[in-house]
T-cell receptor, first 117, second 112 residues
Framework: GAVVSQHPSRVICKSGTSVKIECRSLDFQATTMFWYRQFPKQSLMLMATSNEGSKATYEQGVEKDKFLINHASLTLSTLTVTSAHPEDSSFYIC?????????????FGPGTRLTVL | GNSVTQMEGPVTLSEEAFLTINCTYTATGYPSLFWYVQYPGEGLQLLLKATKADDKGSNKGFEATYRKETTSFHLEKGSVQVSDSAVYFCALTSGGYNKLIFGAGTRLAVHP
């Protein structure tokens, strides 16, 4: 099946620093990738949708300047948390949707746990 | 707006017990409905889906039927195994397949 990887799986950083999380589709091309945030014992909340080669579409309430998304190729999207603060600590999950006739299905990465001290 | 509500966990069962995880939804239009499973340390995987009313999705012994009249999509399995221990998410599409809206997830623990 389609595989999506994320790197790193865990990251701890100091408050005020920036952290980049990579999401890769390993065996398919993804024209659309999604970034989610998951709080403990809560659901996945969609943060933004990114299409290769264009600007990401952010959900209401998500700060564009804080969560920078780049989808520069058909297999790679990055999420950069800028000037991270403890409240940004969370589990970040990406998903990718094939660019062919794969329809609606999204394939999910294993997630990245961010801890901001 | 569109939303998904699923039963709180954790659900703890003995092996071979019957499983039901309730899921109800609120949506405009005619969403497609999904169950995803997240095994420890892994990403979410699509377990089953149903795209229209009265459709039954099934996979690996799990089933769920799209009930428009009760706006429900309950997940069932007749005999659970230890290997079914995971977190299960009910979800629906919104915005023409472009977005998935998830329930809070239900953790299932199956003991031998």
């Amino acid at each position: 099946g389609a595989v999506v990887s994320q790197h790193p799986s865990r990251v701890i950083c100091k408050s005020g620093t920036s952290v980049k999380i990579e999401c890769r589709s390993l065996d398919f091309q993804a024209t659309t990738m999604f970034w989610y945030r998951q709080f403990p014992k809560q659901s996945l909340m969609l943060m933004a949708t990114s299409n290769e080669g264009s600007k990401a579409t952010y959900e209401q309430g998500v700060e564009k300047d804080k969560f920078l998304i780049n989808h520069a190729s058909l297999t790679l999207s990055t999420l950069t948390v800028t000037s991270a603060h403890p409240e940004d600590s969370s589990f970040y999950i990406c998903s990718a949707r094939p660019g062919t006739s794969g329809g609606f299905e999204q394939f999910f990465g294993p997630g990245t746990r961010l801890t901001v001290l | 707006g569109n939303s998904v509500t699923q039963m709180e966990g954790p659900v703890t069962l003995s092996e071979e017990a019957f499983l039901t995880i309730n899921c109800t939804y609120t949506a405009t239009g005619y969403p497609s409905l999904f169950w995803y499973v997240q095994y420890p340390g892994e990403g979410l995987q699509l377990l089953l889906k149903a795209t229209k009313a009265d459709d039954k999705g099934s996979n690996k012994g799990f089933e769920a039927t799209y009930r428009k009249e009760t706006t429900s999509f309950h997940l069932e399995k007749g005999s659970v195994q230890v290997s079914d221990s995971a977190v299960y998410f009910c979800a629906l599409t919104s915005g023409g397949y472009n977005k998935l809206i998830f329930g809070a997830g239900t953790r299932l623990a199956v003991h031998p």
